[in-house]
Each structure stands twice: as structure tokens, then as C-alpha cells.
């Protein structure tokens, strides 16, 4: 028999974009015993699992649930429920996650029309506006936050917009999740979906999703069938749903990661979760200034548990970040798309937007950029952070 | 805060058709610390599971991988990406996921031709070979170890008939990898998929599947897009090829947990874990027999690992399942569709192929038929299988 070696993971210090440090409760619920699928237990676990969900996406929407698979299928599920062949959309693109929106749109049949910002910035309510005039979609997608770039969308206005002019709004909040406000039910959006991996500290492989009671009578009214059958709410509403009839075999054992994530969430409470990413953010923002490095997004739009920024000139990307991994198992992570290798995404999300991991990364990186280039001098960035703290 | 109680799971004995009893050894394997996607340590974890999936699928097939969801989207993978809106599928029903791969080609935008056999039946050649002639398929689909009915569907015979007349060959192998032979390469099947949670012994969540060069380029060749930007394995080739290109964020732990669960399977060889299967599988017979319980699957033809099974007259389906579940923790699974309320599914798979399991479900369902009618005599069944073991 060929050699295939006994598993031994690494430990990391997952400071990228996702997956991020998991919670040890969660790793300890991920390997509880697996029970079936249709056991009374676990319907009850579905039940708890929803109720959790519902609270920290901040809805009182019936269909609300995990997708059985990772983040991407979140937004795969939330586009080829809505859009039937022909359907306009309008798609918000200012980085990797709009743009991946229309090609999955496109695949679903969308007529897709997309406008564009520039890398790192966000959109004006009053562009989005005239673009639902112009183009008057069935459904608008926006991403919250747009993990390629750090930038912050705000939705509130934007949702207001799409909701007057009878378009159903797709918001991908699948880093925002548990780290800012994410309102579902105040907003009246359509389709909020969110992936396990990042603010909520569990592994990846769920897509909390949840879907309001317009986007569900829009599913109902199609003329065509869900091109997935995978994804089809209207036959995972019977499982999800009051009847908990079978329709595929759950992932159980992420179902209790899930669980298990969603109550420490709770049991924080999501304003103090807020407020602790937006904390370790602004310290680590105070440490990345003393080392004169500046963020890729524009200021007062910036994600408080992603911190994109622009790698210093005359500095090697790869080097750093194989001297981050080598030396302290820390991993931040690279640019995507536009920003590859202009920028690195450095996450403070969930259970890893903590003090000790800002002073942690700081620490490392200046020593790394030291000895690239003696201009970064040694623990100015620490001090600043810890002044920033008070 | 409403209150979210502690995850408790209780402790099953998953004699049904899937999730089967986990491996401890995998339970420990999925709770090991979380690394990132792209972390050089996981990248060469996808080698290896892909190495050890080759192994167990018994094929060369480069793009062999594990679909990031359950086994239903391993189906639907297998679909979308052969199938062009237009193009004629051919699909073999005789139970439950026979009938499913039919709607997933419809949503495709298959024009699909079903033949039908009645449920605990399988297919002869000749009968698959005249409807290829009749419909001229692109693609032919056939389940190889239906879950419903615990048919055991021979594919060898109907492989080669597909092939000569060129039509790329689906083969549903959710519930036969690991526990009968899947010759993938000696069949030169084209897509062949399985789950992670049956005869592996991992818990649900991903779904293994191997694509043949011929299906590939069957992919390549496509006018237009696959329908799943999540499932389209042009993208997925850059992620599971030597590129290792970000496409979606894998689930890692249930990498660590399937990377672990095929390890084990390599460690006992296929070849013995198919002889374990079969005297297991006997064992049970010979103790079903004595209690006058008779399979659904024809003779000849059943699954080793699946024993499905005709409630007999005058017992109660429920009850018989309850009491299982709550006297001894025994999960077994009851009728789908056409088989509802007169069938019991009772699973050998993988790790639960087990002598001590096999006493254990006849000792137990025993003791529940006797309390609900004195005719079923009491220690029959344990004597009749092992005598069965000789």
C-alpha cells in the first residue's frame, strides 16, 4: 500500500481572511458523536440551530438556515433561487465578491447589469439608485464586506432604495457576519447569506442564509424550476421547514460547530461583539500607522475584522508572509485579483479580534519589515496600538 | 438572551443508511486545529486525499477530488457539468436517487428518458443497451447501490455497453464505495460519485468524485457555461489541480476527517473490507431469516451494506423504530417513497460492519417484534447468525 502519513496539522494563528482562529468549544462540538440526520435529537438541534441563527442575523424570517455547503453557495443559493433565465439583475462590484455575484448570476440566466467602483471604496446610495432606475432589476446584489478590498458597504440606504423600487436585495454579508450589524429585518432585505469561517469562528463548510417572506413568494411564483436541485429552497424548506422531510444528509457534525459558534455569539451579545472587533481594529490601525502603513480602503468605510492594506514599497510580499508562517505560525493573507500582491488582508474576526493577536501581528511584522528595510524601526507599532487601547 | 442549551448529543448506534457509525479515530481526525485553505500543510493534504481517493475509487482519473458538499451535490456535480441545456441523458430509475438524478438533469436542461424497474429490482443490460439505441444519450445514469430498496445494480456489463456506444456513464456510488468493489478505471466509467458519510465512516459533508479524461473534455468542449459556478470543475481543476487557484474556501476539518476515514480504509484493504462487508451482511440474513423477515432486493442482488427489509404484517413501523432508538440507541432507517412504512433500512457500513452490531440489531428487534406479537420466538436470530458465521 502506498504511504499516506498519519494527519498532523500545523498550529496556526489564522489572521487572514477565513478560515478564521476557531473557538477550542468548537473544535470540541465538532467531535461529538455523530448522530443520523432525521434523529428527533437533531431536529430539535435544526430548531435551536435556526433560532440561533435568526438572532444574530438580526430576523424574524422563517427561512432562515444553513446552506450544506460553504460561503460561495451561499450566494449561489440566495442568486439561482431569485433569478429565473431572462431576470435583470443589478450587481455592486467593487472587488472579487460583485464580480463573482454576476458570473453566478449570469450561469443562473440573469440578464446581468453591472456597475463598478474602484477597488476599495464603496457605493453612493444615489448611484445605485439610478441604476435601478435605468435598468429596473428583479433582484440587486450588493456585497457588505467585500473581504478582497476591507471595504465596508453600507446597505441601510441602499436597501431603502431597492425596497421603493420593488427590487429584491441579495446582500452578501459572508465576512460581516458577527462582526458588524448586520440587520436583516430592518433593512427588509430579500437574501442575507453569511459563511461559518469568518466572524463566527467555526470551520468553513456552512452558509447561514435567510431568505424573507418576498423572496420566498418569489421563489413560489417561478414559472421555471431551480436550475440546482441542491439548492432549491422550496424542497429544503420542507426539511428546514415544519415536516422534516428528507431531502439530503446534513453535514451533523458542523451543524454542532454551528451551534456551538452561534452561543458563544450570543452569549457575548453582538453589540459587545461589535464593539471589541471595532477596538482591535482601530488599535491595530494605530500600530500599522507608526509603521506607515495605510489601508486599502477608503477612510470611514473600512471593515473593523478585515484590514486590508498596501504592502510598503520595497518590501517582498512572499517573503513576509513566509516569514509570518515560518517563524510564528501566523497566517494573514495575500491580495486577490487587482490587489494580488499589493495588498495583505490581515483578519481580526470572531474569536481572533483579540488584544494579545493585534500586539502578536504587530510585534511580527515589524521585525519582518526590519529586516527588509531599516527604516521600519522596532516597537513603535506595539506602543501605538497599546496607546490606541487607552 | 433566549436560552440556547448546551450541545448534548446522545450517543447512537447508527445502524441506517447513513450518517454509519463513525470511526473515533475520524471523530478526532475532524477536531484537530483548523489551518487556512491555501496553508502550504493543506495543500499537500489535498494531494494526499486526493492520492487515497484515487485509491479507494480504484482509478488514475487526475481530477478525482472531494465536492465541497454531501453526496446529493456530488449528483449534481456529476450532472451539470456533462449536461448542455438540449442534450439527452438517459437515466435508469428503480428507487429514490434513480428518480432524483432525473429532476437534477431536468433542471440541467436534459431532455431525459427514464427506464424503469420496479423497486428492489435492477437493470439488465440488454434492457439499458436497447434504450441507448432508442435515445442516443449523451449521458447514461445509473445507480450503482440504491439506498432505497438495497438493490445492488451489477454496472460492469452496462459500462461497456454505454461506451461502445458513446455515452459518457454516470455511476450513483453514494452508498457502494468502500463496501462493494467501484472499479472506476476497469469500467472506464466517466463520472463516479460517492458521500462521505456511508461506507467511509466520516461524517456527511463532502461528497467524493472522479471525473474520466473523456468527461473532462466533455466539460471542455461546452458551448456554454455549467449552470453551478460552485460545482463547475473547470473552476474546480484550478483549485484540486497544480495551480491550487482560490476558488471557494474548502471545508478543512471534514478534509482532516474524509483524509482520515480513507486512510483507514486503505490500512484494512479494500478487498477485506469487502469480505468483512459480505460475512456481516450474511450473518444478518441468516438472523433476519430465522425471524421470517425477507429482503426487498431481489436475490442475488443485495447490498452487503444495506439490508433493506419488508416490515412484517402486523408489526408497527414506529414503534419498532422507537423502541430501537430508545432502549438500545439503535438507529435504523424506515421506507422512502414507494417503500414507506414497509421497509426497514438497516446499514452495515464501513466501521459499523461490525459481528457485535450484527448481534446487537437482532437481539434488539427481537425483543420489540416478540412484545408485539408472540410468534416471533426469542433467541432464534443471534443463534442463526452465528451459525452463519460458522
Redesign the interface.
Known sequence: ??H????D????K?L?P??SE?HPRV???????????L????LQ?MD?TQ??LR?VMQTQNRMTFAV??????GM?AAV?NLIEPGDRMLVCVNGVFGA?MC??A???GAAVTRIDRPWGETFAPEEVAAAIDRVRPKAVGIVQAETSTGAHQPVDEIARIARDAGCLLVIDAVTALGGVPVETDRWQADVVYS?S?KCLSC???LAPISFSERAVEAVQRRKT??????LDISLLANYWGSDRA?????????T??L??A??IV??E?LENAFRRHLRNHRALGAGLEALGIRFAAEEGRRLPMLNAVVIPDGIDDLQVRKGL?ERYGI?IGGG?GAFKGRVWRIGLMGYGSQKANVYLVLAALEELLAEQNCAFSRGSSVAAAAAAYG
Chains 1, 2 share one sequence.
Open positions: 500500500m502506498e499516506f502519513p498519519p494527519l496539522p500545523p498550529i496556526r489564522l487572514g477565513g478560515p476557531i473544535l470540541t462540538a465538532l467531535a461529538r458523536p455523530t448522530v443520523g440526520h434523529d428527533p435529537w437533531y438541534l435551536q433560532r440561533a438572532s450544506s455547503a460553504t460561503g460561495s453557495a449561489e439561482v463573482r458570473d453566478v449570469e450561469r443562473a459563511g469561517q470551520p468553513p463548510g424550476k431551480v436550475a440546482s436541485w441542491y428528507y431531502h439530503h444528509t446534513a453535514p451533523i457534525n458542523m454542532y460547530a451551534y456551538e452561534l452561543r450570543l452569549e451579545g508562517l497566517e486577490l
